[in-house]
């Protein structure tokens, strides 16, 4: 069964339009975290949080918005969406900030 | 990125061979992780290093804190090996920053 679950895995919109990726993790850790994958370029760090409180935010745009409703749950609500925007999302999970991260599916995201 | 350089951007191997990657850190790097991502784009944990070296299989690794670099060993490389590889360096924060990739083609 898989551990990290991100949702949906596949997901077109528009320009300016509003996506809510989903993460929910069950190995039971206390730390989360955003990465984004642009076409052929490293995993960027986005977010991270712990017991559901933010830690970092190298994200310059406030158009990204994490969103803890439970202490497994990191979703991230991305607001007046640009092609730009366009890549492969990666939601990860440890148990604290130094621990090993483990790594969902990914969304893949396309901003037309 | 400069931060995290990872070396070769790409590789060719034939199969049965070995070889090897680097990563050279100009951040304080605590802990350090290498994956190996597969043509889907799923992302695979391969080690996770405190300085010192682990081994699995035919892969071994080290990472060493008083140089700031990690290296990553493949032995006997076999075809299911072909992917991207990144090594990535947490500093303490949370936040790891990732290398470029090395891209590895193993032929037959």
């Known amino acids: 069964d898989p551990k990290i679950i991100q949702k949906p895995k596949y997901l077109v919109a528009v320009t300016g339009s509003e996506k809510i990726l989903i993460c929910e993790q069950y190995l039971g850790h206390n730390a989360m975290y955003w990465y984004r994958q642009s076409a052929k370029k490293p995993l960027e760090f986005m977010f991270s949080y712990s017991y559901q409180k933010l830690m970092d935010n190298q994200t310059a745009s406030s158009r990204f918005q994490p969103q803890s409703s439970k202490k497994n749950h990191l979703d991230l609500q991305i607001t007046a969406l640009k092609p730009d925007d366009s890549a492969t999302y990666f939601c990860?999970?440890?148990?604290?900030?130094?621990?090993?991260?483990?790594f969902g599916p990914g969304t893949r995201l396309t901003v037309l | 990125g400069d931060q995290v350089k990872q070396s070769p951007s790409a590789l060719s191997l034939q199969e049965g061979t070995n070889s090897a990657l680097r990563c050279n850190f100009s951040?304080?790097?605590?802990?350090v992780q290498w994956f190996l991502q597969n043509p889907r784009g799923s992302l695979m944990n391969l080690f996770y290093?405190?300085?010192g070296t682990k081994e699995n299989g035919r892969l071994k690794s080290t990472f060493n804190s008083k140089e700031s670099y990690s290296t990553l060993h493949i032995r006997d490389a076999q075809l299911e090996d072909s992917g991207t590889y990144f090594c990535a360096a947490n500093t303490n924060t949370g936040k790891l920053t990732f290398g470029d990739g090395t891209v590895l083609t193993v032929k037959p």
């Open positions: 290093l405190v300085p």
């Open positions: 951040i304080a790097t605590t802990t």
């Open positions: 990860a999970s440890s148990q604290e900030g130094t621990a090993e991260q483990f």
